[in-house]
């Protein structure tokens, strides 16, 4: 009997999109990446168009994951400890909407663990503002260029160094 794997999806925004893919693709059971663009109304759009701020759109990683190796509630653990959630529209020194703190679920359990995870952040009292991390339904993922794929991989670096 041939063992069947269970792959699932989640999509998050938490900066630029090359330190994000770069941070999950260590996590243990997280089987692909894939850098891209999700959230507005431009279809796909360039890299040079959402930088523009005129297509909706963040930066985003969309993630494949095992679940029987790494939970949601484990991947929205590191979404939460590799950003500041408390920056609108901006990660260190990428300023704009496209750089957005947003979770994009995929269904009714990924929205009500996303929302639960979100509360426990702001309870927790580890932030001195308030918590913007927008969490919104999944719409059409456009894939960034190529260039962005790995990019931090490679390059050799391991952070955006900000």
């Known amino acids: 009997m041939e063992e069947t794997i269970t ?19 260590r996590v243990k059971g997280v089987l692909a ?13 360039t890299y040079e168009e959402v930088c523009s701020r005129e ?26 400890s590799i950003h500041d959630p408390t920056q609108l529209n901006r990660q260190g020194p990428d300023i704009g909407t496209n750089y957005r703190s947003v979770i994009f679920f995929h269904t009714p359990e990924q929205e ?9 952040e702001e309870r927790s009292g ?19 260029e190529e260039y962005h794929q790995q990019y931090l991989e490679k390059r050799g670096g391991g952070s955006c160094n900000w």
């Open 33 to 45: 990446t894939k850098a891209g663009y999700m959230g507005g109304w431009k279809e796909h759009p």
């Open 112 to 120: 009500q663990a996303a929302r639960a995870s979100k509360e426990r």
């Open 55 to 80: 297509t909706g759109h963040a930066e985003v990683v969309e993630v494949v994951y095992d679940p029987a190796q790494v939970s949601y509630d484990e991947l929205l653990g590191t979404f939460w």
């Open 7 to 25: 792959h699932e999806k989640a999509t998050f925004g938490a900066g630029c999109f090359w330190h994000v893919e770069a941070e999950f693709r």
């Open 126 to 144: 580890r932030y001195a503002r308030p918590i913007v991390t927008e969490i919104a339904a999944a719409s059409t993922f456009w894939w960034a």
